[in-house]
């Protein structure tokens, strides 16, 4: 699937959200991640909790060496991107959270989720 750009991507993310769809979600991840290497329960958390109304689409830069990245991940990610949950009351922080950030990787000019880790020694 991939996206132009991760704007494009944060609204694709967003409805696999609301319509609590791991398969939509698996549709934003990285061709190039091993299926092995995408685990259920990082799928899940992607896509758990209940979305708010109020929120903002960030873009960060990883500030991490390229070395330690591709350590642990296989396919290198550039960027974080994040649903940053603009949340105005306890109750709703309590409800919500304060959002997700998850890795991002461009292929072919498309824009996906990085999310396959290399086994570390400690798992």
Same mark, same amino acid.
């Given at each position: 699937?991939?996206?132009?750009?991760?704007?494009?991507?944060?609204?694709?993310?967003?409805?696999?959200?609301?319509?609590?769809?791991?398969?939509?979600?698996?549709?934003?991840?990285?061709?190039?991640?091993?299926?092995?290497?995408?685990?259920?329960?990082?799928?899940?958390?992607?896509?758990?909790?209940?979305?708010?109304?109020?929120? +903002?689409?960030?873009?960060? /830069?990883?500030?991490?060496?390229?070395?330690?990245?591709? &350590?642990? !991940? %296989?396919? =290198?990610?550039?960027?974080?991107?994040?649903?940053?949950?603009?949340?105005?009351?306890?109750?709703?922080?309590? +409800?919500?959270?304060?959002? /997700?950030?998850?890795?991002?990787?461009?292929?072919?000019? &498309?824009? !996906? %989720?990085? =999310?396959?880790?290399?086994?570390?020694?400690?798992?």
């Amino acid at each position: 699937m991939g996206q132009n750009t991760p704007e494009v991507l944060a609204n694709q993310w967003i409805k696999a959200i609301q319509g609590n769809s791991a398969k939509d979600m698996r549709l934003l991840i990285h061709p190039r991640c091993p299926s092995k290497a995408i685990k259920d329960e990082v799928i899940n958390r992607m896509i758990s909790g209940p979305f708010p109304k109020e929120y +903002k689409v960030e873009v960060k /830069k990883i500030n991490a060496s390229l070395d330690t990245l591709k &350590k642990v !991940y %296989f396919v =290198t990610p550039s960027k974080h991107l994040r649903l940053k949950y603009t949340t105005k009351t306890k109750k709703d922080r309590q +409800k919500y959270g304060l959002g /997700k950030t998850f890795p991002i990787a461009l292929e072919n000019e &498309k824009w !996906y %989720f990085a =999310t396959c880790i290399r086994k570390q020694p400690n798992q």
